[in-house]
C-alpha cells in the first residue's frame, strides 16, 4: 500500500518562503514520476511543478522562477521549494505519483494547506 505524506505546508507572509515534503517510501520510486498540484478553493486542481525519474523538472508559468521541484531517490522524497510567495499560492498542496510504464498506478498524497498573507 503506497502512501504519500506531505508536509511543511502552514501560514506565511507575502514574499516568504516554504519547502514542502513528500515522502513516499517507495522502494520503486525510482520509477515513478512525482507531481505537485494545488487547489484553492472554488477552483480547479492544478498542475504546479513535475520532475520526471530522471529528474526533468517542468512548471506552470505562475510559479516559473519562485518555486523548485526535486527529488531525493536515496530518501525517497520528493520537495517543493516555494520562494517569493504570492497571497494567489493560497491552496491545499497535494502529491502525486505516477507510474512510469503502469498507468493505473497512481497516487495522491491527503494534501498540506499553504496559506500566503499578512
Known amino acids: 500500500q503506497v502512501q504519500l505524506v506531505e508536509s511543511g505546508g502552514g501560514l506565511v507572509q507575502p514574499g516568504g518562503s516554504l519547502r514542502l515534503s513528500c515522502a513516499t517510501g517507495m522502494t520503486t520510486f525510482m520509477i515513478y514520476d512525482m507531481g505537485w498540484y494545488r487547489q484553492a478553493p472554488g477552483k480547479q486542481r492544478e498542475l504546479v511543478a513535475h520532475?520526471?525519474?530522471?529528474?526533468?523538472?517542468n512548471y506552470t508559468e505562475s510559479v516559473k522562477g519562485r518555486f523548485t521541484v526535486s527529488r531525493d531517490y536515496a530518501k525517497m522524497i520528493v520537495y517543493l521549494q516555494m520562494d517569493s510567495l504570492k497571497p494567489e499560492d493560497t491552496a491545499v498542496y497535494y502529491c502525486?505519483?505516477?507510474?512510469?510504464?503502469?498507468?493505473?498506478?497512481?497516487?495522491w498524497g491527503q494534501g498540506t494547506q499553504v496559506t500566503v498573507s499578512s
Open positions: 502525486h505519483a505516477q507510474h512510469a510504464y503502469l498507468a493505473p498506478l497512481t497516487y
Open positions: 520532475i520526471s525519474r530522471g529528474g526533468i523538472a
